[in-house]
């Protein structure tokens, strides 16, 4: 092994009992039962929805209470347990309120709570459970958890809870120990993409992920909208802005990113003053709590954007004959004098004539006022600190695919052909498919992010980024086209129709889901693909369970916006020691006992999985043969412990060829 590696090691484990040290606790971690693992799709902004399945470990934690009282709790008991851990500070307070607050229901709550913690941390080791305490009561915590049988267990639980209760911290204790079972409960978290758009606050769920260690993010298409948008794209900016106002979500725009539409507001007062904008009419899910917007001027607003956006994407298309998307440039199908529209020889009627800042002879072009909106827009998108933040996030723990404990995740498709081949896209002259298509737009995604403001290469990346929101061949969306305009405009159901990519019908067949889990280096036999993207219409009959197993499309509707087509509000997949869950969640209620999903056991695991089983055993294994190298070193004088004197002095003068001590 390299010398130079060894005694950077050195420098960590200094001596023979640290390095011997080290490599007892990892053997010891490696033969602990795995981390569960818990993966979401399309949160769509839903933050109400999707912090209740993170508090509720998606229902995980009201089982293990089951399970674990049994015998000594009533339903309603341990239903009231469950809501104290999901919603601690609400709890307390509601109960203060009743007068049912006082220190004998605190001392029986703590032992309960401790029961559930020694439950939820029973597969980790000490050390990571203790890294998880709040500081402030880990070592309390810590004692609690490890009482041995050598002391007397009732007296020492019953001195320690005294002092608690005694000293007045006993509900900041229970908040802090609730916190710390809904967090042993989810050891890694999978989002597979789309956490943006249709939602109220993506911002709060955004917060909220941050939070997490553990973490990691396989980009969706509305994601990299936003990605685009901040990164500097002004047709993506157009699209965040034009989405959101859509579902009247005016408060993730203005409270949570601070992007300024005062200009848009103007502008669309005053250019569609006596324009009802009748098909721009805002779909109205959720009530802005900060900011609400009239629904006549947000439809106003929303047709002004609607159009800006069109007419930069026109300007991005003829930059980019590359993309071959001539199709998409709608405007130049439009004659705006007559009213209509004209796609492959067929003339259709627009439903909304009314185009008071296009040019007809130049309909692509900007006019003065709505190039400084955008400049006003653009401004308020590239100063959000918070939105900078997000993104930035987004990309240090995101990637456009990610393979983990044999699983593969990736949110939308990996684009094939009807015979089952794999796709080509060509980018800088050079064609790409499968696990390389992947690779190549991820760079792509970065540079768009990170490179010199004002360099070629961040507009040209910032450009494919727009491509990968709604191209033909974007594995994000996976469609022949976006039909924006034509829902607006013509209404037509075979002209709005979007044809989806061959992966959609393919991935259904196993030998389609081997060939994918072999271009991306996993053993077929074993590994499932976990996706996103599509709805899965459970009400139609649909199943998200595909191709024998070997995929799992976990989009089941948690946004409002879906619902009516599933049937159902969301899944999570739960991958823990011993099998793989699907919880099928109900729609979100304030009332948590109604949110209770039903979990299945789609697969049990031959054997229960330990961590030396997984990614994270493989790292510990090398970090296990790198100790024992440096071990091997230390014994035979290669590297002098640190312990004996003057050892790094003489490492020096060896180097050098100089005699003396």
Request: proline fraction near 4%.
């Amino acid at each position: 092994m390299d010398n130079k590696y060894l005694r950077l090691l050195a420098k960590q484990y200094p001596d023979i009992g640290a390095a011997s040290g080290e490599i007892i606790d990892l053997n010891a971690i490696c033969s602990l039962p795995k981390g569960t693992e818990y993966f979401f799709s399309d949160l769509h902004g839903e933050y109400r929805a999707f912090l209740h399945l993170l508090k509720s470990a998606s229902g995980m934690i009201r089982s293990r209470i089951g399970t674990i009282f049994a015998k000594t709790l009533s339903a309603s008991e341990q239903e009231a347990l469950a809501a104290l851990i999901y919603y601690p500070e609400e709890t307390l307070k509601q109960l203060s309120a009743e007068g049912i607050l006082d220190d004998e229901w605190r001392k029986l709550t703590i032992y309960r709570l401790i029961a559930v913690c020694q439950n939820v941390s029973a597969k980790y080791s000490r050390s990571k459970v203790r890294r998880r305490m709040p500081e402030k009561y880990a070592f309390i915590i810590d004692e609690l958890l490890h009482v041995t049988e050598d002391i007397n267990r009732d007296l020492y639980y019953e001195n320690i809870i005294g002092s608690i209760l005694e000293t007045g911290i006993g509900d900041d204790f229970i908040i802090d120990i609730c916190s710390l079972i809904r967090s042993l409960c989810i050891d890694r978290l999978h989002i597979i993409g789309d956490i943006f758009d249709r939602g109220p606050r993506a911002d709060i769920i955004m917060d909220e992920l941050m939070k997490y260690e553990d973490i990691d993010i396989q980009w969706g298409n509305h994601d990299i909208s936003w990605m685009g948008a901040a990164s500097g794209n002004r047709a993506l900016m157009a699209n965040v802005v034009r989405i959101a106002i859509s579902y009247n979500n005016f408060d993730v725009l203005e409270d949570g990113y601070g992007i300024n539409l005062r200009a848009l507001a103007i502008f669309a007062a005053d250019n569609y003053a006596t324009d009802p904008c009748e098909r721009f009419m805002p779909h109205i899910l959720d009530d802005n709590k900060y900011d609400p917007v009239d629904i006549n001027q947000a439809a106003k607003m929303h047709k002004a954007i609607a159009v800006i956006q069109f007419k930069l994407e026109s300007q991005l298309i003829r930059r980019h004959p590359e993309y071959h998307m001539d199709d998409r440039d709608v405007l130049k199908y439009v004659d705006l004098r007559k009213g209509t529209m004209t796609v492959n020889g067929k003339e259709y009627e627009l439903l909304d004539k009314s185009f008071p800042t296009i040019d007809p002879d130049d309909p692509s072009r900007l006019t003065d006022e709505e190039t400084a909106l955008m400049d006003v827009i653009a401004g308020s998108f590239l100063h959000s600190k918070l939105l900078d933040e997000h993104i930035g996030f987004l990309f240090s723990h995101g990637s456009m695919y990610k393979c983990f404990n044999n699983n593969l995740m990736f949110h939308g498709c990996i684009p094939m052909n009807a015979d089952g081949s794999f796709s080509e896209m060509e980018i800088e002259g050079v064609k790409y498919s499968g696990r390389e298509l992947m690779e190549k737009i991820n760079g792509i995604c970065c540079k768009a992010f990170f490179s010199p403001e004002d360099s070629p290469e961040k507009k040209l990346s910032g450009d494919m980024m727009w491509y990968l929101w709604c191209g033909k061949k974007s594995p994000l969306y996976g469609k022949d086209k976006m039909s924006a305009f034509e829902r607006y405009f013509v209404g037509d159901e075979e002209l709005c129709r979007e044809v989806y990519d061959p992966y959609y019908e393919l991935s259904d067949r196993r030998d389609i889901c081997v060939k994918i889990l072999e271009e991306f280096g996993l053993d077929p036999n074993t590994a499932h693909i976990i996706n996103g993207h599509v709805p899965v219409k459970l009400k139609d009959g649909e199943s998200p369970i595909k191709a024998g197993g070997k995929l799992f499309v976990i989009d089941g509707g948690i946004s409002k916006a879906y619902q009516g087509k599933t049937g159902i509000a969301g899944y999570t997949l739960i991958y823990d020691s011993h099998c793989l869950n699907l919880a099928q969640h109900p729609p979100f209620s304030e009332d948590y006992r109604r949110n209770a999903p039903t979990v299945t056991v789609v697969e049990k695991c031959p054997r229960r999985v330990n961590i030396s089983d997984t990614d994270q055993g493989r790292e510990i294994r090398e970090r296990i043969s790198d100790l024992k190298n440096l071990l091997e070193a230390y014994r035979s004088g290669e590297i002098l412990e640190a312990s004996e004197p003057h050892a790094e002095r003489k490492y020096i003068r060896d180097r050098l060829g100089v005699k003396g001590s």
